[in-house]
């Protein structure tokens, strides 16, 4: 991969509409290299919630980390079966207090940590 391959990536899948890059998404025609590229960056909140579903947990973790991600697709990430899915949605600023509260009850200590820190970061504010 050259040094200007990302960039031709990121070119011909921003260049897709919203309603072209759910209709690749359902066809399973983009890659997963194009799917973590739209979940990194801002995209429409509906392609965002499509790729909170993906069956890779690293395009999912990415969702979870991107500011813009909606509620409705951390309320499903918050219960994904990855525990890295899970602690990024424990950690990110969107997150509902429902969500980390639900989260701050998690088997894995560092997500109980994370939202619990995220919680009383939130009451200091």
């Not at 973590?36 to 979870?64: G, M, P, T, Y």
């Not at 899970?86 to 939202?115: C, F, G, M, P, T």
Request: hydrophobic residues 40%.
């Amino acid at each position: 991969m050259g040094v200007l391959e990302p960039l031709r990536l990121w070119r011909s899948v921003k260049n897709l509409s919203v309603k072209e890059t759910l209709v690749q998404l359902a066809l399973g025609t983009l890659s997963d290299n194009d799917k973590c590229i739209l979940a990194n960056h801002s995209v429409s909140k509906k392609v965002l919630e499509v790729l909170s579903r993906d069956k890779n947990n690293f395009i999912r973790s990415i969702v979870a980390d991107n500011f813009d991600a909606p509620r409705k697709a951390l309320k499903e990430l918050s219960v994904d079966k990855n525990w890295d899915v899970r602690v990024r949605v424990a950690q990110h600023a969107n997150a509902s207090l429902e969500i980390l509260k639900i989260l701050s009850e998690d088997k894995d200590w560092i997500i109980r940590y994370r939202s619990l820190r995220n919680i009383n970061a939130r009451k200091k504010s």
